[in-house]
Each structure stands twice: as structure tokens, then as C-alpha cells.
Antibody, heavy 121, light 108 residues
Framework: EVQLVESGGGLVQPGGSLRLSCAAS????????MSWVRQAPGKGLEWVAN????????SYVDSVKGRFAISRDNAKNSLYLQMNSLRAEDTAVYYC??????????????WGQGTLVTVSS | SSELTQDPAVSVALGQTVRITCQGD??????ASWYQQKPGQAPVVVIY???NRPSGIPDRFSGSSSGNTASLTITGAQAEDEADYYC???????????FGGGTKLTVL
């Protein structure tokens, strides 16, 4: 079964840091782009970042550039999101998703169950 | 703000057909994908590419695209289809990924 399981969420003060992890199983992790997508409470989905199969290419939404860093360890079938200088507006459920890109088609499947990050004093 | 625009809410009578639309310039170059999200659950892809359904998704779900508008059609909506639906694509530059703001579907 293809599965993604996130961990590492929690309560952090503004300006603090947190590292999210995503454990992948049931597929060849090293063959796929991977993404982080977040959802603030009661709001819609927002793509955060993605990373190429070998980690050589990374992209970020403008609001997290310079503060967040996406990385992966293909030997451990794991995806990470290092979040620094956290702000209240970063409060959200963070989902890990397999990012499938085929020419002009791009979709996310599957998604993890999500991990909640709350930034508050 | 999102580069993809969706109507915030749509309703449909049980068993009737409903179309949920998503507008964006990126659809002139990229296909949309569509996600269903029920309360407290992670999103699930229901349509991707030109009109592809993952295994397990009922064939009452279909997708189409014309110009700058992508559409998700549910033919014979069921009570269990009540959910939030999001469209997604690359942005106009192709460098980033964008989501629509979401459409809340109510089945009456």
C-alpha cells in the first residue's frame, strides 16, 4: 500500500523553528518529486514547496522563501521540511504528497494524513 | 491570492448533474487536477490530466477543459459527494504549483 506519514508538528512560538518529517512506503520513493502542501484552519490548500527526485531542484511559494527548506533522504524514504522564523500565518496542517509530473500533467497522489503546526505565544 | 479562481459554493439536488469550474491562464498550457476533501480528512485526487480517474473513483466524476477554464462534472451526484473540491495546476510560468480557492459542494 502506498502510504505517507507525517510527523513533527506541534506548538511553537513566533520566530521559532520546527522540522517536519514524512515517511514514505509502498513505492519507489527516489523516483518521484515530492511536495509539502498546507492548509490553514478553515482555509484552502496552499502548495508550499517541492523537490526533485535527486534533490537537485527545489521550488518554494514566495511566502516561505528564505525561511523554509525542503530536503529528502532517499536511503531512508523520507521527506523533510525545516521551518525557521515561524510566523502566526504559518499555522496550518502540513501535508506531504507525492508529486506526479508527466509533461503537461501534474497531480498529487497520495497525501499523508497531515501534521498540525501552531505558531503562537 | 490564487492564480486559479473557483466559485466558493455550489449546490446540487441529489441525483442531478453539477459542474464545478476553475479559471486560470495556466490551463492554456497545463491540465488541471481535482481533489475532494471531506471534513477532517486529507484531500484525495478524483481527476487528473485530460480526464483520468484514479482507481476507486466512481465514473460519475469527469473532467474537461476549454480555453482558460477547467471543469469537474459530477453526473448523478450522491450524498457522499458533499465535500470541498479544489483544482490544481502549474502556474503560468510552470515553475510553481497553484491551487484554486476551493468550492464547497452541497448535495440537497
Amino acid at each position: 500500500e502506498v502510504q505517507l506519514v507525517e510527523s513533527g508538528g506541534g506548538l511553537v512560538q513566533p520566530g521559532g523553528s520546527l522540522r517536519l518529517s514524512c515517511a514514505a512506503s509502498g513505492f519507489t520513493f527516489s523516483s518521484y518529486w515530492m511536495s509539502w502542501v498546507r492548509q490553514a484552519p478553515g482555509k484552502g490548500l496552499e502548495w508550499v514547496a517541492n523537490i526533485k527526485q535527486d534533490g537537485s531542484e527545489k521550488s518554494y511559494v514566495d511566502s516561505v522563501k528564505g525561511r523554509f527548506a525542503i530536503s529528502r533522504d532517499n536511503a531512508k524514504n523520507s521527506l523533510y521540511l525545516q521551518m525557521n522564523s515561524l510566523r502566526a500565518e504559518d499555522t496550518a496542517v502540513y501535508y506531504c504528497a507525492r508529486d506526479i509530473i508527466v509533461a503537461t500533467e501534474n497531480w498529487f497522489d497520495p497525501w499523508g494524513q497531515g501534521t498540525l503546526v501552531t505558531v503562537s505565544s | 491570492s490564487s492564480e486559479l479562481t473557483q466559485d466558493p459554493a455550489v449546490s446540487v439536488a441529489l441525483g442531478q448533474t453539477v459542474r464545478i469550474t476553475c479559471q486560470g491562464d495556466s490551463f492554456r498550457s497545463y491540465y488541471a487536477s481535482w481533489y475532494q476533501q471531506k471534513p477532517g480528512q486529507a484531500p484525495v485526487v478524483v481527476i487528473y490530466g485530460k480526464n483520468n480517474r484514479p482507481s476507486g473513483i466512481p465514473d460519475r466524476f469527469s473532467g474537461s477543459s476549454s480555453g482558460n477554464t477547467a471543469s469537474l462534472t459530477i453526473t448523478g451526484a450522491q450524498a457522499e459527494d458533499e465535500a470541498d473540491y479544489y483544482c490544481n495546476s502549474r502556474d503560468s510560468s510552470g515553475d510553481h504549483v497553484v491551487f484554486g480557492g476551493g468550492t464547497k459542494l452541497t448535495v440537497l
